[in-house]
């Protein structure tokens, strides 16, 4: 194409080259604005052709932009027939695999995983509010959340464009996971030595799961509304917060009791649950970094 718009039409020079492609990319320039489609190549060959017969009319080779005009002709309408041929759904479908890599909605399968979160974390605040039976359906929802979180993880693997940093989603979505273990795992705890949750307890169930919605509330506006995810990162971390108030509180009244096993054990299950508050806060300080990485 080079040669036969450089050497085979006309001969060009630099002056010719340089007036033919500025007439050629004010055309093209009209055009994209105008909306109309049109084609480099077929803008850029009339121009040659222009450029060369206001030299000299006979140096032009009719001959090649016969050949060229031809093309044209023969072009369009075998387009609009193979075009035709094609049913709509089998050329969007193999022109979308070819062309077009995987979009997953990451935020969306994040969100998906918080939302298992959030019914696990309620039924941990059942079961830290008596229910025993809720432990059991802790433990389900716990490997529901482990397979949403592998979801996230694939979908970042294969994603061509993602919405934030790939590191910040996968980061997200693990600490998410671990949140949502340690609750499974303190239950556990509780059960091995025998010890039923009290009303600390209760309430630091209480703040981790409300936190837990102040984070999930965030994703779908960490690429739309970062200023809006950030606020709901801080409400999170505020939870936290009023969860190390309890915490100390309970922790100062274990030492009115002289029951050593019953300290050692309520010592443990208090600490357990301070633990899950820092991983609310580690998801919100990765929110919060994710958005000023992307500032």
Known sequence: MVRTLGRRIYRIRSLDGLVSQGSSAAIILVASLAGAPVSTTDVVAPAVVGVGSGERWRHVRWAVVGEIGLAWLVTLPGERGAGRSVPPPVEVGWM??????????LLGLLARQGEVTIRGLVAFCAWSGGDPSQGATLHEIEHEGD????????????????PISPEDIYEISERLDAILNAAK?????????????????AEMADFVALGARDLVRAFPDLASNPDRATELADAAVRQQRALEHVYRRAMSALLQIEDVREVTGRRELYRRCARMGDGIEGVAHRIWYAVVKEA
């Open 147 to 162: 397979l949403a979180s592998r979801k996230v993880l694939i979908a970042v693997k294969g994603a061509f464009v993602t």
């Open 185 to 201: 795992n303190l239950v556990r705890e509780a059960e091995l030595v025998g010890m039923d949750p009290d009303s600390p307890m």
């Open 96 to 105: 979308r695999r070819w062309f077009l890599p995987e979009s997953p909605d």
